[in-house]
């Protein structure tokens, strides 16, 4: 589904990614973990199109598609969706307005039917059940004055009503206490399916007690280092990133 | 200090001269009209000099050949698309009365000021009050010197709309007065700009309560330009509660210099505003004296420009009066190479202990010509106030318009909804037409919306 070839990327002259290859299919979640600076955010923000980054070199493909051709909405329009390590405030914007014209824009992009009102609000009924997210929030503007916890489920509700092919989740444990993990990860496993593939971008293993990888990445220094199995996440837990400087890079 | 020989007043004098002295008009209307031409005359226009019009360039004006607008019959469309639905009306055309596409409200006092009943309420309540106040005269604040245009108009106001709103009466239809400019659209005449004076009074009675809605619009597809000057008092006696809405949506080339004057006795509430999206030239002076204990105003004011549109709203609340309150919140869009100045003073008199007064003014450039001037001015004698101010100059946020984006949002339904969710909250205050407003905010379809 997803295909990183030798990803190399670079913000205001500084090279962040060297060489990232990662291949993520149908079905699958992959972790991806690394330090600070490593590269994480930047490989989320380049996935989903933010113009500030600048890919030098390498490749990028969804289904085939070639994801540097298009813009960030064409991408979410092709199913990806990235959940955003810090989600914007946007005042005089309301939550539910604001998911019913993504979710219009993405089926008009795609030749389908837009919902009306009464078929939208069922269905973000429906997925703010599925997510554990208190209709409360749909009313308020988009994100303004939300808890760190509340933007976060948030984020989760907007993946749960736009349904998208691949899923990467940029941090989205930081800041949450254990209660708040434990219902975005429950989110997270309510949509896991064999269509849908996850990307989880994450600094510690905590989060993956709760969203299981079926595959784990090292970022180091803008390179994954290593890959394995979920054990590989415990592995790092109990000896750091220290003990991955400049490894080679397992296929 | 005086200029002298301004040929660029002339227009202005003779017309004053050719008219003379206006049978059946009260005698002290007359003398304020003489007074106020006087006042013109010595005064002049302002030049960069006077600090208060340091800004306006109002240099294309003066240059233009102006005559006075003719009269001119309208079609009952032309006048219909600008008109809300639920409301009585008073429509004048070129600042003259058109009573064929009007309907009188019932439960207040209204008439045109040209063709006044002799006697009676309304009468008294003209020969009272108009052009009283309006050019500032009566004002206690130091710079309160002559506004030009405001004395031109008292001056040279042809006609205009007495609106008299009796003492207790709960007025529930929203009472729309549009101000309809119709210029000539004749090839080879695009130096030739006419002018007119549109006038408005109204006084809400004693326990009142109305809404009061103005519409500047113009009938011409064209650029032809033209040059509006209106001036519009309100007088809100004790216990008053009045709304006001204020929509100057004149073509893209015309010249747009209004005043208004709010003067609120005890605990009277007025609560205007205004919203400016067209006009080349486009300046407006609101003034607000909180003359009672008690009483309220709030000013708020979005403003929308683009191209080379300039506008400027001058703002002067005087808090005279104890336990007085004043809320100001305006919002500016600016696009191209568009300009906007926001002047706001606060001044608060000794006496006016217990003033809470608040001004807020935002700005949002969506390109790198466009310039905002944002100059608050507060001057406070009395001791024990709460006064607060802030001013932002800002551009839209490239981390929301990304976010919209990854969620699926076209680039310029993402922008638009985010133009718009700025600008919203005083967009929804004006409730009765959202959906033109929002047209004109987005620029067409496909872009942003309230719901």
Redesign the interface.
């Known amino acids: 589904m997803l295909r990183v070839s030798d990803l190399h990327a670079r913000v205001e002259e500084q090279e962040i990614l060297r060489g990232v290859n990662l291949e993520v299919k149908a079905g699958e979640v992959h972790a991806v973990m690394g330090p600070n600076g490593s590269g994480k955010s930047t490989l989320a923000q380049v996935l989903a199109g933010r113009e500030d980054y600048e890919v030098t070199a390498g490749s990028l493909e969804l289904d085939g598609e070639d994801l540097q051709e298009m813009a960030p909405e064409e991408r979410a329009h092709a199913g990806l969706f990235l959940a955003f390590q810090y989600p914007v405030e946007i005042p005089g914007v309301g939550n539910s307005y604001f998911l019913k014209a993504a979710v219009n824009a993405t089926r008009k992009a795609r030749g389908e039917q837009e919902l009306d009102a009464m078929d939208f609000l069922q269905l973000l009924r429906e997925r703010a059940k599925l997510v554990d997210v208190d209709e409360a929030l749909l009313r308020r503007p988009v994100n303004e004055g939300f808890s760190g916890g509340e933007k976060k489920r948030n984020e989760i509700l907007q993946m749960a009503v736009l349904e998208p092919r691949l899923a990467v989740l940029d941090e989205t444990d930081s800041g949450l206490d254990i209660d708040a993990l434990k219902t975005v990860a429950a989110g997270v496993n309510a949509l896991r399916n064999e269509d849908r593939a996850f990307v989880v971008i994450t600094h510690y293993q905590r989060l993956l007690n709760y969203i299981v990888p079926d595959h784990v990445h090292v970022l180091l220094d803008g390179r994954i280092v290593r890959s394995g199995g979920s054990g590989l996440a415990h592995e790092l837990e109990a000896k750091g990133y220290a003990g991955f400087n400049g490894g080679p890079a397992a296929a | 200090m005086t200029t002298t020989a301004d040929t660029r007043t002339t227009p202005y004098l003779d017309l004053f001269a050719r008219r003379g002295e206006r049978s059946g008009e009260a005698e002290s209307v007359r003398t304020r009209r003489r007074e106020a031409i006087e006042r013109f005359e010595a005064a002049g226009f302002p030049g960069r000099g006077n600090e208060e019009w340091r800004q306006t360039n109002i240099a294309p004006l003066l240059r233009a050949a102006v005559t006075e607008a003719s009269s001119r019959a309208i079609e009952g469309q032309q006048a219909k698309r600008f008109l809300y639905p639920g409301c009585d009306r008073l429509v004048f055309v070129n600042g003259r009365f058109a009573p064929e596409c009007s309907s009188a409200p019932e439960e207040v006092n209204a008439a045109s000021l040209a063709d006044l009943p002799a006697a009676g309420r309304v009468a008294d309540v003209v020969a009272e009050h108009l052009g009283a106040t309006v050019d500032g005269r009566a004002s206690c604040s130091a710079d309160a010197g002559v506004h030009p245009f405001a004395a031109l108009n008292t001056a040279l106001f042809d006609d205009g709309a007495v609106v008299e709103i009796p003492d207790g009466a709960v007025v529930e239809r929203p009472i729309q007065v549009l101000w309809l400019s119709s210029p000539v659209e004749e090839s080879g005449s695009v130096d030739r700009v006419e002018f007119s004076f549109p006038r408005l009074l109204v006084v809400a009675g004693e326990n009142s309560q109305a809404s009061i809605i103005e519409t500047f619009a113009s009938t011409g597809t064209g650029t032809a330009g033209y040059f509006v000057c209106p001036a519009g008092e309100f007088i809100c006696r004790p216990g008053a509660v009045l709304h006001h809405t204020r929509l100057q949506a004149d073509g893209k080339d015309a010249f747009h210099l209004g005043f208004q004057h709010a003067h609120l006795e005890r605990s009277a509430l007025f609560d205007s505003s205004s919203l400016a999206f067209g006009g080349g030239l486009v300046r407006n002076d609101a003034v607000a004296l909180l003359d009672g204990e008690g009483s309220h105003c709030t000013l708020d004011g979005l403003y929308v420009v683009a191209g080379s549109q300039f506008v400027d709203n001058h703002m002067r609340v005087e808090h005279r009066q104890p336990h007085t309150t004043s809320h100001q919140l305006y919002k500016g869009v600016l696009d191209d190479r568009a300009r906007s100045v926001f002047n706001g003073r606060i001044y608060v008199h000794k006496a006016a202990q217990k003033t809470d007064a608040k001004q807020t003014n935002r700005n949002l450039l969506l390109s790198k010509a466009a310039l905002a001037n944002s100059n608050p001015q507060l001057e406070i004698f009395a001791d024990d106030v709460r006064c607060t101010h802030g001013s932002t100059i800002g551009r839209l ?1 490239e ?2 318009l ?10 310029n ?2 922008y638009g ?2 133009v ?3 600008a ?2 005083l967009v929804e205050k004006a409730s009765f037409e959202p959906l033109r407003l929002r047209a004109s905010l987005n620029g067409g379809p496909g872009g ?4």
């Open positions: 946020d981390d929301a990304f976010y919209l984006r990854a969620r699926g949002l076209p680039r339904e993402a909804m985010l718009y969710a700025f919203r909250e942003g919306g309230s719901r």
